[in-house]
């Protein structure tokens, strides 16, 4: 390891949660919505009683453990600190794998899907199938430093990646990601700086070709409403970040219940739910996660990048191995002809029955799957 990699060891202080206990108690509610379902953002009744059990009956220590379980490291790049786990796999041959979050996730994601990644031949897999994880902060999120300037956009975020890899003495590796981690690892294949040998997302990142849409198909019709729900309905969240970060900042950072119904309505419109609100999703893991945003601050830093990439991140000639999975309640879903727009060596592209935006959070035996169905048989 280079000298500027620092262990770290995931401590928050007690006066912390002290704090988030006092602030949800003292929180102030707006009324009660006046439609019965989500139109106009996450109920009421479900946001007091998720702010209720994170003051009364969740335990952030026990994430604090699960997460200093294993071995996490600092390191300076581009002048920020980085956070990430570096889980090594018991087996040699081990192939490495950097994996990135996105929006509103973070490394928490991931947890679930560390051990049978790196010992697959206890969870129905092969040495063959083991790899090395590199699992990265994003810088702004979680337990990385804030960019202090302007500039961090995803194209600077893909090369530090880079750069990180090679630090960790990985002259070779394999990435995923999903949301902005799929547009980071996307980035590394366009910018294929020799050191990527192929790469898997769980988020396409693909418009409709013009070509077709006189002859789509009719998944791709539903693709096409699909996303122009997304636009008309859901994207409200995506244009505030992009335009006003630091405006929205000062609420997320004042209020735990903001920041609290802020991630948690996405967790629904997101995810492959079913019936119930939350779908497959434990509630203490997804107050894990938005713990990790409030007991870092990092509402406005997060929603920066938005800021930092919108305008200025556009794919195109992806000739890297890139593999794709579709998850069926992912937000953009293109067919394959419009992703071969872009990618175009596709080595693997399979859509599954389950799942949605999260998902090695939300399916994490699928997403398992995947990951070693993409890379199974590929050298460095």
């Not at 300076?76 to 018991?90: A, K, N, Q, T, Y």
């Not at 890899?165 to 799929?182: E, H, K």
């Not at 800021?307 to 293109?334: K, Q, Y």
Request: net charge negative.
């Amino acid at each position: 390891m280079s000298s500027a990699i620092r262990p770290f060891t995931i401590d928050v202080p007690q006066a912390a949660l002290d704090d988030l206990g006092r602030r949800i108690a003292a929180a102030r509610f707006p009324e009660r919505e006046t439609v019965d379902d989500w139109t106009q953002g996450i109920p009421l009744e479900i946001v007091r009683d998720f702010a209720d059990h994170w003051a009364n009956g969740y335990d952030w220590r026990r994430c604090e453990a699960a997460l200093n379980a294993y071995p996490q490291f600092l390191i300076e790049l581009g002048g920020v600190d980085i956070h990430f786990l570096h889980i090594r796999s018991p087996h040699e041959q081990a192939r490495p794998l950097l994996m990135t979050h996105g929006w509103p996730g973070s490394i928490r994601e991931f947890l679930d899907v560390i051990e049978p990644l790196t010992r697959p031949e206890a969870h129905g897999g092969s040495a063959a199938d083991a790899f090395h994880l590199v699992i990265p902060s994003l810088p702004g999120y979680g337990f990385s430093g804030k960019p202090g300037t302007a500039g961090w956009d995803i194209g600077r975020i893909a090369g530090h990646w880079d750069e990180l890899m090679l630090a960790l003495g990985y002259d070779r590796y394999f990435a995923q990601g999903g949301d902005w981690g799929a547009a980071v690892t996307s980035t590394i294949a366009m910018q294929d700086r020799g050191h990527c040998a192929a790469v898997h997302v769980n988020m396409v990142i693909a418009r409709p070709d013009p070509e077709t849409l006189g002859s789509l198909t009719p998944a791709e019709r539903k693709s096409v409403a699909a996303f122009q729900h997304y636009e008309q309905n859901e994207n409200g969240y995506a244009q505030i970040q992009r335009t006003k970060p630091q405006t929205l900042g000062f609420g997320l950072a004042d209020s735990a219940v903001g920041q609290l119904a802020w991630i948690l309505e996405k967790f629904n419109s997101w995810s492959d739910i079913g019936d119930t609100p939350f779908g497959r999703f434990d509630r203490d893991a997804l107050l894990d996660n938005i713990s990790i945003y409030w007991l870092t601050n990092s509402g406005a830093s997060s929603a920066r990048l938005y800021w930092h990439s919108f305008g200025h991140f556009e794919l195109a000639d992806v000739s890297l191995p890139f593999g794709a999975t579709i998850f069926p309640n992912e937000i953009f879903r293109p067919s394959r002809r419009w992703a071969e727009k872009i990618y175009s060596n596709i080595i693997y592209w399979n859509e599954v029955d389950r799942g949605g935006h999260f998902a090695a959070f939300e399916v994490p035996d699928l997403f398992i799957a995947e990951v070693r169905a993409c890379f199974c048989g590929r050298s460095l």
